[in-house]
């Protein structure tokens, strides 16, 4: 039996959504973030030492990291799905880079545009927070906005006229990129009419739906 430790509103969902796809019976242990920092809680640690969600645990075998996860079960439990191309079709590569993408190049210019916005919302000296908004400022309007909306008019003109990343078919790129792209929707003012109505295909998914209803639904911090 597959356990799911999922931390509430974190990378988890997508574990769940592929379990799901992949109709395998799991134990979902759903844990609430810490009440002061929203982190995950220390007890995470005593599963796997680094304390992060999505962990799962299969039969013995703890794994941590989306990316890892995905591909251990797809190659454990979904070899014989549409969910991963074979390596000699033109997607694979594509395949590939959506996989790695996903928290190689574009979650982390949304963990940063977070952080900017709890720095800014922190309480701190008065005299330290003209500073330090004219540092958050500057870095935004130099940096990370430029970076995100490059990053994100990529993804939007990649979906035009496709109903997943690699066409058709659900994939296990669609799985990593879901978390991303939600919180790209929720947290950006940038105008995507195809990224919108791809997180709205991946909310509306049978299988996405059914993860939901075992760890509750998705509402990004």
């Known amino acids: 039996m597959i356990t799911l430790y999922a931390l509430k509103q974190s990378r988890a969902y997508r574990i769940a959504w592929l379990l799901e796809l992949l109709g395998l019976e799991y134990r979902a242990e759903v844990i609430a973030r810490d009440a002061e920092t929203a982190l995950a809680p220390d007890s995470l640690r005593r599963i796997h030492p680094l304390g992060k969600s999505p962990l799962i645990d299969d039969d013995g075998l703890v794994l941590a990291e989306s990316g890892a996860i995905i591909e251990y079960l ?12 074979p390596a000699n079709s033109a997607a ?17 210019l949304l963990v940063m545009s977070l952080v900017f916005r ?21 870095v935004r309007a130099g940096f990370l906005n430029p970076q995100l909306k490059r990053h994100l008019e990529f993804v939007e003109s ?64």
């Not at 694979?92 to 574009?106: I, K, Q, R, T």
């Not at 669609?174 to 991303?180: A, K, Q, T, W, Y």
Request: charged share 25%; net charge positive.
């Open 74 to 85: 797809i190659g454990r439990y979904g070899q014989k799905t549409a969910l991963k191309p």
């Open 92 to 108: 694979y590569a594509d395949y590939l880079f959506w996989l790695h993408y996903a928290e190689g190049s574009l979650m982390p």
């Open 118 to 138: 709890k720095i800014e919302t922190r309480k701190m000296p008065f005299f330290v927070k003209p500073v330090a908004r004219k540092i958050v400022e500057g």
């Open 158 to 221: 990649r979906l035009a006229g496709r109903t997943w990343l690699l066409g058709e078919e659900i994939s296990a790129a669609d799985i990593m990129m879901s978390f991303p792209l939600q919180a790209a929707v929720a947290r950006t003012s940038f105008n995507l009419p195809n990224v919108a109505a791809y997180v709205c295909r991946i909310e509306t998914d049978p299988a996405y739906q059914r993860a939901g209803e075992r760890i509750g639904k998705l509402e990004l911090l």
